[in-house]
């Protein structure tokens, strides 16, 4: 099945090794999965889709590209905004003259209140429940967008910039397409155009002319779906890509960095691997088996596995540097006697199987299974199903999973991760859901009140109440934070510093070129 918004080359134009693939103006990119799923931003929220759409679209707001601090927030279609002193109004000004993609015409008010309502509803969007505290988002005019809340919230602006739901999408392009045909052939403002998918092998996105910051220096991006970790190595090392995700292995980055005309970067913020256990099912409703769990699992040696220079122990329920994290949170420590004593006060002096679905991404998969190597040692098996990670996904969504393994990043603010994790409007397979795998609850007053708390110690204080009472219920595992790692060419300057991306990919914009 072939897609396409243009006339199409030949592939192997497209892919053909040697000096096609060296133009300058080219940029090939090896991602670590088979295919990147649906191209809807609204709906898709894996590793692989998160960078690849960044390129494509913009928010009313985003974090400078090479950043992933909310305090380096900066206009992007809306040049200006305001807030009621109450927090409960924000207007925002758009940019006059910003062009959707494919010649739709003029990216307006009206455009911006059906993204964000979109964005709102289950029906068309993964983080729905984000925007549940609005109440209304209205065009005041062609360029001016008011947003109503119904309480204040800590994270307004990160739901307007250009990640997850705060993505701008051109209401044209959806209309005619329908939520599907958009899926595939998505249309947004950014700094590249869709231009052609072929599944399971690439999407090839082109330089957008009419890009309000400036045409980009790069002409063409192939992103090329290459699971294989030995073959991305291989095909950067041939220089038949110049950009790629790279392992998450302290090896990986000593050997790649060694190789002449190539670096590698770490950059934040780190994805957290959690360990959810749904409280719901046996033998997990148990909270002496879920402790036995927390105690099995060795925090240092997962760090020492994964690289002591690229990852980090957990510190809580919400990743380490996020304003309002618990830095010094109590969490269950390593102790294997201990968790062979609560098995047995359990009832399960044999031990016990957990069941697994899991995602085939090779870091992801090597972290689980050195997890099902320790919690063996305990007498807990766990029984792992491997699926590619569009199906994982969708899998753990249904909650077919009794152990779910979660490696993410949010908007660096504890609220965003208190809420799609542990509050109880976020249950998987309820009409709220987002991503509560563990049917987590026992910390829903603390997180409501704290999105409306105006004094910030007090908020922190909630914030860490709350983080509290979930380690206590063990309702999750925190365990190890990754950085981001990827390998580049020496020649491609992507035109800043780069520090963080919350879209776990590095920004490609209209400055990045190749040097030589």
């Not at 889709?49 to 279609?77: C, H, T, Y």
């Not at 000004?93 to 739709?104: A, S, T, Y």
């Not at 580049?488 to 919350?502: Q, T």
């Not at 920004?507 to 040097?515: A, C, H, L, S, V």
């Amino acid at each position: 099945m072939r897609m396409s918004w243009m006339a199409g080359g030949a592939l192997a134009a497209l892919l053909a090794t040697g000096p096609a693939l060296a133009q300058k103006t080219t940029l090939v990119i090896g991602m670590q999965t088979q295919d990147a799923g649906v191209l809807d931003p609204h709906i898709n929220s894996g590793t692989p889709g998160k960078a690849l759409l960044n390129w494509m679209f913009n928010g009313l707001v985003r974090i400078k590209p090479g950043q992933a601090s909310p305090d380096q927030i900066e206009p992007d279609i809306a040049e200006s905004w305001t807030s009621s002193a109450d927090g409960k109004e924000w207007t925002f000004k758009l940019r006059q003259g910003v062009q959707c993609h494919h010649d739709l015409g003029e990216f307006t008010a009206e455009d911006a209140v059906f993204s964000l309502q979109r964005a709102g509803s289950k029906d068309s969007s993964a983080f729905s429940s984000d925007y549940s505290a609005f109440d209304k988002v209205e065009a005041v005019d062609k360029y001016t967008v008011r947003i109503t809340l119904k309480t204040p919230i800590p994270s307004l602006l990160g739901q307007v910039m250009n990640y997850h739901g705060g993505n701008m999408v051109c209401k044209k392009a959806v209309d005619t397409l329908g939520k599907d045909g958009f899926a595939r052939k998505p249309a947004g403002t950014g700094p590249f155009v869709f231009a052609e998918y072929v599944p399971q092998q690439y999407v090839k996105l082109v330089a957008n002319p009419k890009y309000f910051r400036g045409e980009p220096k790069i002409k063409e991006i192939i992103y090329r779906f290459i699971p294989s970790d030995a073959a991305r190595d291989l095909a950067l090392q041939a220089g038949e890509i110049d950009m790629m995700i790279g392992r998450q292995e302290q090896a990986w980055v000593d050997r790649t960095n060694k190789i002449p005309g190539l670096k590698v970067i770490a950059f934040g913020p780190a994805e957290m691997s959690v360990i959810h256990l749904n409280m719901t099912q046996p033998p997990l409703d148990n909270i002496k088996v879920r402790q036995a769990i927390a105690h099995a699992i060795d925090r240092a040696g997962i760090q020492q596995f994964r690289g002591p220079a690229i990852s980090r122990q957990a510190v809580s329920v919400v990743p380490s540097g996020y304003f309002g994290t618990h830095e010094t949170a109590p969490l269950l420590p390593h102790n294997l006697a201990r968790a062979k004593q609560l098995l047995t006060e359990a009832g399960f002096p044999n031990g016990v199987t957990i069941k697994a679905i899991h995602t085939t991404l090779p870091g992801m998969m090597g972290f689980i299974e050195a997890t099902q190597a320790q919690l063996k040692r305990a007498g807990i098996t766990l029984d792992i199903t491997p699926v590619e990670h569009p199906t994982f996904h969708q899998q753990i969504r249904q909650d077919l999973s009794q152990l779910v393994h979660f490696q993410a990043a949010r908007f660096p603010i504890a609220d965003v991760y208190l809420t799609q994790f542990f509050h109880s409007r976020s249950i998987v397979k309820t009409p709220t859901a987002v991503t509560n795998f563990s049917h987590c609850k026992v910390a829903d007053a603390e997180i409501d009140a704290a999105r409306t708390e105006q004094d910030k110690a007090k908020q922190v204080a909630l914030w860490k109440t709350a983080q509290e009472k979930i380690i206590n219920e063990v309702c999750a595992v925190p365990v190890n934070e990754m950085l981001m790692l990827w390998a580049f060419k020496d020649s491609l300057d992507l035109g800043y510093e780069l520090k963080g991306s919350l879209n776990l990919g590095p920004p490609i914009t209209e400055q990045t070129r190749f040097t030589k």
